[in-house]
Structure formats: C-alpha cells, structure tokens
C-alpha cells in the first residue's frame, strides 16, 4: 500500500487531546492494523489540574464560574495524582493496543512537546505554562509506558506532519492516501484519526527529532520542547 521503504514492525500514531488520545497503528507495508480512543486518567479527577486547580491557586480565574480557593500545597498533589492516574491509564492502553494488533510494534510517534520548567509549582506559576503543561503530562505518559515497552518514541511536529507523510509515502500529498484509510475501515474517520496516521506514516520514513530540534529530555517531572 505504502511506496516508502519497508519496515519490519509496525507503528503507533498519537493525537491526544487532553486526557484522552486518538492510536492508529500502521502495519510494516503502511496498511491500517488498528484505531481506538483511550481514556488515560480515573473517571472522577480533573482533566486540567495544572490550567484549573493550579491556576486557581495561585489566583488566576477566581472569578469564574466553578473555581474555588485552593493552597498551592493541595494543587501540586492533585497534579501529582492526575499525574499517576496517567501513568497507569497508558500503560494499561498501550499494553491492550500490542495484545490486540497481529504484528510487534516497534515505535510511536507523538505530538513533540514545549520545553517548561522541571517543578510542578513552576508550571502553575507561569502563565504560558500552565496552559500547556497538561497536555505534556499526557504526552509523557504515553511516552514512559511505550519506552518501558521497548518501543522508541518519535516526537513529530504538528505543523509538518503531513508534509512528512506524504514524503515516506512517495506522494505529492497524503490526503488521498488518509481518505482512502479510512474509507477502509469506516467511521468514525476524523481530524484526530487522520493526524495519527499522518504521525505514524511519517515516522516509517524520517528521524527522530534531535537534541536540537525538540527530542524529549527526561528529568522530573519533565523537561520538553518547543511545540504544544
């Protein structure tokens, strides 16, 4: 199906969005093995605890509707506890994903990550942070469950993604090539899909991203790059 060089096991392609991520596995030859949404934290536990309870304790948004006073103290161990809810939610995912598909996985590609402060207190008290250190946590997540797997980890930009895709595939441009994925597998077929198997194409014929260029450093909680 696909005209990029072969490989010999198959990737997962990732377009989250905030608690919950959209996988769509690609098999060796670039033929579609799986999609699915999972759910990554316990039902009950905030989606944003950085952006909402973190923003609220240290004074952002008190004025809206639903937020409440909070101690800074109380807000870092939500975030911790969302943090952990994650954890287990992709390990568990990404451990049903790999019984499920027919072929080994080997890799995963996700949306490359900004670089924000290492302390959980540093991302609620800065305002850029905060709107998108959520989003990291999740993305950390799934990365630590997929390397403990021994599956690499590809950071892929949102902004040139397709262009990426198409380029392993051969193409022009990948839209025909996603169309006709999904019209092989039914709906729902939509933005997040489409993003995910752009991710996991793309991945099947470029590098992972380098120091330089936003590969993922690991320290705690976490220091990432440059995009959202």
Known sequence: MARGRPRRAATVGVAEHGNWAVLVTIAPGGELLDRRRIDLTDRGLPTHPHHHEGSWAVGRYLSMPGARAL?????????????????RGARASLEALAATVPVPIASIAIRACPKLPPATEERIADNRAQTVADSVMYREALATAAEARGWSVRWYDRERVFRDAAAALGLE??????YAMGRSIGPPWQAKHKLAAAAALATT?????????NQMQRTAPGQ???RR
């Open 71 to 87: 101690s800074l103290v109380d807000a870092v161990a939500l975030v911790e506890r969302v943090r952990a809810s994650a954890a």
């Open 173 to 178: 441009d990948v839209d025909a090539f996603l």
């Open 205 to 213: 014929g470029r590098r992972p991203l380098g120091p330089d260029t």
């Open 224 to 226: 990432k790059e440059r």
